[in-house]
Structures are given as C-alpha cells and as structure tokens.
C-alpha cells in the first residue's frame, strides 16, 4: 500500500486462526482494519490484541441485512474500505447421498455466498475510488482434493472461479480480486480434522510436504498482506497455493 494509513481492510472470520492472522498483519501495515465474525466475544477479543487500529462486528455473513448493517458500522467507524479478505468459511465432511439440502445451503452460505455478500457490499466504495483489494481465502481442495470432503472442495472451486469471475468484472475500475489457497495450516479447522482421523493421519499429512513440515496462520496472513498491497498491483485473477509444496507433488 503506497499510504496504509489511509487504508481500511475488512477481514472475516476474524476471531482466530488465519483471520486473527491476517487483522494482525494488515494492522501492523498502519492500516485500519474492520474485525468480522459471528464469534462475537473472539472477534471482540481478537480487536482488543490489535489495538485502537481495529474495529469489529460481530456477523453472519451468510445474511444480507446483517453484512449491510456490519459494513455500514465499520465504514462509520473506520472509513470507506479499501481492501476486503474473505476469510470466513467452514469444513464439512458428508456423504453425497445423505447429506441434507439445508447442510449443502449452509456450507455454501459461508463459503461461497458469504464471500459474494460481502464483496457487493464493499464494491461501490471501491470501484468510486478506483481503488480496491479482495482476497478471497480459498483451498488446496479448490483444485485437488480427497475423499470424505464433500462438499467442502466444491464449494471452495466455486470461490476460486468467483474470484476469476469478480477481476474480470470489477478490474476495469481499478479493483483487484485474487484467491489464496492454503494447505495444511495449523488452524482450530485443521485440528478438528485431525480429530475426526487416526493419529497417523497427521503424520502422513506432515509427510506430502516438500518443506517438511505444516504451515501457520502468520505464514499465509503476510501472502494475503502483499496481494492487498500496491507491492501487488499487477495481481489479479490469480490464485496464489500457499501449501509448503503438497500441489507441487504426483499422488
């Protein structure tokens, strides 16, 4: 960012894991950022670490009148945003057959709906400005995946082909849209993975890495920094694996 103090960044599912990173990371920048996540006290929480340079919201991004409400607080607070993270989402592990409509609408609210939400909502100040930044937080399972994922993976394909679909959209008035897609990174998600598995599943997992090892929340947060950053201003459309290698490797 040529000037983050003048930026604003909204970041969902801000009360832990790699939201919690990325707030930090913006907010270490210089820039205002705007805490979102329906976990009202670990969003409040994650803001009272930040400091004066965060606001929050506690929100379901998968309601419309509840994102408008969210983002009018904020703008009001902190300013027009500038730059938007898409980080919320949830894992789902059903059967294909068995799994209910109101599970499948209910992955997809976060994961794919949520995102589009919430980008509508930001997209007017943005594209006023001719300045902007979405980052959608995608996945490996966007483009490679394994059984017993459904439908986490085909929801977060759809984020990345959101995030092709929005650049072509909205680059003409100045707004960038990329997707990163972590691997393995030790977040609450991964553990409770590795919950529902045997022990040496996680030894396996630890194993496909080139790099030898999992990855952090801090790790992924500072990719999402730079492509928010006008260090990244010719990046659009892409979707950047931060995986420690796994997508590197033939299965």
């Known amino acids: 960012m040529t000037d983050p103090t ?13 939201g919690a990173a990325v707030a930090a990371a913006v907010a270490a920048t210089g820039a205002r950022v705007g805490l979102l996540d329906i ?8 803001a009272r ?5 965060a606001g929050w919201a506690q929100c379901d991004i998968t309601s419309e009148e509840q994102v408008h409400d969210a983002v009018t607080a904020l703008r009001e607070e902190l300013g027009t945003a500038s730059g938007l993270v898409n980080n919320a989402g949830r894992n789902s592990y059903a059967d294909v057959v068995s799994m209910t409509t109101q599970q499948w609408d209910e992955v997809f609210g976060v994961d794919l709906k949520g995102a589009w939400l919430m980008s509508r909502a930001v997209l007017p ?5 001719r300045r902007g930044s979405i980052v959608n937080i995608a996945s490996l399972h966007a483009t490679m995946t394994c059984p017993g994922m459904f439908p986490y993976a085909s929801a977060k394909a759809g984020l990345v082909g959101l995030t092709r679909s929005m650049a072509l959209e909205v680059g003409p008035q100045g707004v960038r849209v990329n997707a990163v897609s972590p691997g393995y990174i030790e977040t609450d998600l991964l553990a409770e993975y590795f919950a529902q598995e045997q022990p040496h599943v996680r030894q396996e997992a630890v194993a496909k890495h080139i790099l030898g090892r999992l990855g952090t929340p801090e790790q992924v947060a500072s990719v999402v920094a730079f492509l928010l950053s006008d260090a990244a201003g010719f990046v659009t459309g892409a979707d950047w694996a931060v995986d420690g290698g796994v997508s590197a490797r033939f299965a």
């Not at 003048?6 to 790699?18: E, Q, Y």
């Not at 670490?49 to 340079?53: C, L, P, S, T």
Request: hydrophobic share 40%; proline share 0%; net charge neutral.
């Open 6 to 18: 003048d930026d604003v960044v909204l970041v969902t599912g801000a009360a832990r894991g790699i």
């Open 39 to 46: 976990d009202r006290d670990g969003v409040r929480e994650t």
């Open 49 to 53: 670490r930040i400091g004066a340079a």
């Open 125 to 129: 100040g943005m594209t006023a400005r």
